[in-house]
């Protein structure tokens, strides 16, 4: 008799578990990108941050239009050019109750500098600040080495940790949910590697009151399964809706589309180095041919059917710094032709076109387009995508003459800082210029505009800079992208430009 | 027996070593893993400290000489892009692998053996015929497609099972594992038949022309003239006599099931290591590429070794040479 009662009495255990699995309030969201770590101070993987927004809060925040917005800081300013003085919102407590105070603060800024011995991604958000100063509990002084305006700006990525959880947790505490402890609207309930990461409310959180009471992110990183899950009804939300479904999820009477044009803005870099290497981009009128040769419009319409945005800017449109006077160049073979002889080309040359093939939506395609159309004009290219393992180190080793790179950032300088200022190892400028683009007057206005702590002054000088970039034709941004996500038809998302998918701002209709 | 078993691992080590260094010069000669882990904000002087606190600015020799020197102590280091012990996370991974291929191996053996058995008895029958050109179908359509087809029919269109994820487990001496629970076997389901279609196909066509060549031969037609029931003919005499080959095919494909389930576990979303592997090769996260290929290699030495032992199960000959 016992042995009946066994697995009888399990069920009657399991019973209200399952209940509660199933009563509504759960979110399930599908996500594209695998999650490595729960240490919100390891990887700087967007896939990471954004399950560490849910569970930690930052000092500042940006909207979903990539606006700075006060968040754990209520309030900020400037007490001299290198010291800023930020208020802390009181009252703020961690998921263990605790109170969120400066110390703690103070703590999660230094952490990625004294990271276990192991890189931290965020060592480049917190390594302006030479000095940390407690002036009482809810009050904070940062100072930097020189005026640095964009401090506000790199503390968006820093998440606030407990101190008392995590000063000697290992990645495996977080990993176990030991150290996961933050402010954040929704509190670690479990991580399996690989397969899902769930949450559950935090009640006590000072904002807005989520209205899931559990959320479920499963990671999917196959396209046509992630589509699948949607269609088959097992997630409510999905991100990175490919190009190539977003017609068909549209006119499915179930689901709703959200987008948004996205941070990331696509585009190609061309070598410039002078002699003794034999580059043609060299000459700008090269450089103005090819961008005249390129029909970005029919590669928005067709290649990345409808899902990207035609564009000479750097930054996307609701980012700090972008230019809206700048119009995309016009499809121009004739006077492509016309520069091209000018330069003494009329023959063309011959170009080998690089992209990645596993990093942006539909990288290679667009390659392949880019190709065709030079080709056109006379260039004789040849196209060559590499998967991204190979494709960076190459890159930066400068051995591609033509490269696509994607970018996406939270201020248009910062941008500029590392693809366009004149390559500088000590002092951290042009990491990723990859064509080697210098003009000491470009330098000269995006180094002011690092400085400039007067918003509408620095918003000028990035201005300014981005015009020089234009005119000297430095690289050819090709489009932004649209970020689109796919959810059931009873819900709504606020769909957001840096691209995260926050359970928090998915409701009902 | 013991002296047949060392000899397997002394083999097996020696397999290790030559991996350790091909991975090694393969992984340096792909790319630099720095510019794939670091944050792209990150400047160059950020680049170098990243650099030498993994130790990728030493000289490769260097390196791998670090490497071994740890590895011999039982210290495969850390992931590079997860920050936990390879190993750990290779074991983390290897049950929901190992149970997929296991569930995916029954299916084929169970079903594969009787069917071609079937088919091979009466070769002229109609159902011999279905079961001939739905195997011919089995392994030539790619596993991708079949799996989509799977997910589009039972999970979308039907709504019978889930479309991917492993589902809730249950722990076993520890060992999490899905078949226990009603739910747990709806999410095996899909994924495990998916990867053993091909097998199945494979097996049912080895058996079925072992099936008819052993027929001809003079034990079974000595087995008629004697009067032996057919079920003691096909049972012991044919079925014994084509064991052999089946039982190599069955222990080389297990062996592949484990290594190339990974379109399968990536279609549906299954957390085993073949994702794992693929991850970290496109991550140049060389201490799992190396921790994977350890555990991988020994696993398939120990699948050899088994499968050798059941050489022995059904051939007395085979049993004779491994006692002596």
Known sequence: MRRIYWPLSCLLLLFPVLCLAASGRE??????????????????????????????????????????IPWLAESWRTIDDTTWEFKLRRGVRFHDGSELTAEDVVFSLERPMTFNNRPSGFQSYVKSIVAKEIVDSHTLRLKTATPYALLPYELVSVFIVSRRAAEKAQAVDFDNGRAMVGSGP?????????????????????????????VSFRIVTSDPARIAGLLAGDFDVIDNVPPSDVARIGKDTRFALERKTSWRTIFYTMDQRGPPFENPTHDRRVRLALSKAIDRRVIAEKVMEGQAVPTANVVSPSVFGHVSTLAAEAYDPEGARKLLAEAGYAQGFALTVHAPNNRYVNDEQVAQAVAQMLSRVGVRTRVE??????????????????????????????????????????????????????????????????????ASEREKLVHDAMRQAHADTAILPLYHQIAVWALRKDLAYTARTDEFTFAFDVRPR | MIHFILRRLGQSLLVLLVM????????YAIGDPIDILINPQADQMERERVSTALGLGEPLYK??????????QGDLGNS???????????????????????????IAVLLGIPLGLWA?????????????????????????????????FFAVQLGWLPSGGRGPTVDVLGVPVSFLSWEGLQHLALPALNLALFKLSLLIRLTRASTR???????????????????????????????????TVAGLEFGSLIAFAVVTETLFAWPGMGKLIIDAITMLDRPLILAYLLVTVLLFTAINLLTDLLYGVFDPRVRARLTA
């Open chain 1, 27 to 68: 979110l399930r969201i599908g996500l594209s990108a695998d999650v490595s770590s729960m240490d919100p101070h390891f990887a700087a993987l967007a896939s990471n941050v954004n399950i560490s927004s849910h569970v930690f809060d930052t000092l500042t925040q940006v909207d979903a239009d990539a606006k700075l």
């Open chain 2, 20 to 27: 350790s260094v091909l991975v090694f010069a393969g992984v």
């Open chain 1, 385 to 454: 995508t590499l998967p991204l393992n190979i494709y960076f180190s190459k890159a930066r080793a400068q051995e591609f003459p033509f490269a696509m790179l994607g970018w996406g950032s939270f201020s248009g300088n910062l941008a500029l800082r590392s693809l366009l200022m004149t390559n500088d190892p000590s002092r951290g400028r042009g990491a990723w210029n990859w064509g080697r683009y210098s003009n000491p007057r470009f330098d000269e206005l995006v180094a002011q505009s690092l400085q400039t702590l007067d």
């Open chain 2, 63 to 72: 390196q791998y000489g670090l490497f071994l020197s740890h590895a011999v």
């Open chain 2, 120 to 152: 091979g008895l009466r070769p002229r029958a109609f159902t011999a015929r279905l079961i001939g050109g739905a195997s011919i179908l089995g392994f030539s359509l790619p596993t991708f497609w079949v799996g989509m087809l799977l997910i589009m």
């Open chain 2, 213 to 247: 060549d052993a027929l001809q031969q003079d034990y079974v037609r000595t087995a008629r003239a004697k009067g032996l029931k057919e079920s003691r003919v096909v049972g012991v005499h044919v079925l014994r006599n084509i064991m052999l080959p089946i039982i």
């Open chain 1, 186 to 214: 929704f509190r670690f309930a479990r991580f399996l590697r690989g397969d899902r990461v769930e949450l559950a409310r935090n009640d006590q959180y000072w904002g807005p009151a989520p209205h899931w009471e559990h």
């Open chain 2, 80 to 106: 590079f892009s997860y920050n936990v012990p390879a190993l750990s996370l290779v074991f983390e991974r290897l049950p929901a692998t190992l149970e997929l291929a296991v569930c995916a191996m029954l």
